[in-house]
């Protein structure tokens, strides 16, 4: 089926992750659901996914529940059972690695030093899916990465991601429209919301 697609949001389950900085991923799906009237209410590749429609191309929306750090064995079970081109994975993903509220999309590249992209290059065994990063700030220099990434936003910072989220998900439905150069070209150019001193 030439026209379906996969568009993958990582995070971790359960209430106690929710609105964290690694949960940007279910939370770009959640937006896409609401937008589009996708029901998340499917159970099947570890994950809970929806199916739907942005134009007449046919999507999956997926939220992995291995947990982060095991994205790869769900995003393994639905690529060998839809047997779809690499290109139609869409991942979004949170990165520590650009500015804070930033957008950008990949079209292929290593898992870097996120976990989760790194166990799903890992069991797909190829790296060149397209995937969406939303900064999601660094970590000040005595607190522990993994400490940072479970964290949750000010309220003034959450109001910067709320737009990121939003950019993140147009950028999946260009993916989706068109291809990844069409969304590297839109997104990637355009100047990015900085917090107000």
């Known amino acids: 089926m030439v026209y379906l697609y996969a568009i993958i949001g990582l995070g971790n389950p359960g209430r106690e992750y929710m609105n964290?900085?690694?949960?940007i991923g279910f939370d770009t799906v959640e937006l896409i659901s609401s937008k589009y009237n996708i029901k998340l209410n499917k159970g099947k590749f570890k994950s809970i996914y929806g199916e739907g429609n942005i134009d007449d191309k046919k999507?999956?929306?997926?939220?992995p529940q291995t947990y982060m750090n095991n994205s790869g064995m769900a995003v393994l079970d639905l690529y060998?059972?839809?047997?779809?081109?690499?290109?139609n994975i869409i991942v979004i993903v949170d990165d520590v690695d650009i500015d804070f509220g930033a957008v950008r999309v990949r079209a292929k590249g290593s898992g870097g030093t996120h976990n989760g992209l790194k166990s799903i290059v890992y069991?797909?065994?190829?790296?060149?899916?397209?995937?969406?990063k939303v900064g999601i700030g660094k970590?000040?220099?005595?607190?522990?990465?993994?400490?940072?990434?479970?964290?949750?936003?000010?309220?003034?910072?959450?109001?910067?991601?709320?737009?990121a989220i939003k950019k993140a998900a147009r950028?999946?439905?260009?993916?989706?429209?068109y291809d990844?150069?069409?969304?590297?070209?839109?997104?990637?150019?355009?100047?990015?919301?900085?917090?107000?001193?």
Do not use: C, G, W
């Open 20 to 23: 964290t900085r690694h949960n």
């Open 59 to 63: 999507i999956l929306l997926v939220k």
């Open 80 to 87: 060998n059972f839809y047997k779809m081109p690499i290109e």
């Open 123 to 132: 069991q797909l065994q190829r790296d060149d899916f397209p995937r969406i």
């Open 139 to 163: 970590a000040k220099e005595d607190m522990d990465l993994a400490d940072f990434v479970l964290s949750r936003f000010s309220q003034e910072d959450r109001t910067i991601i709320e737009e």
């Open 171 to 177: 950028a999946a439905e260009l993916i989706v429209k």
């Open 180 to 197: 990844v150069n069409k969304a590297m070209n839109e997104i990637n150019m355009k100047k990015d919301i900085k917090a107000q001193d």
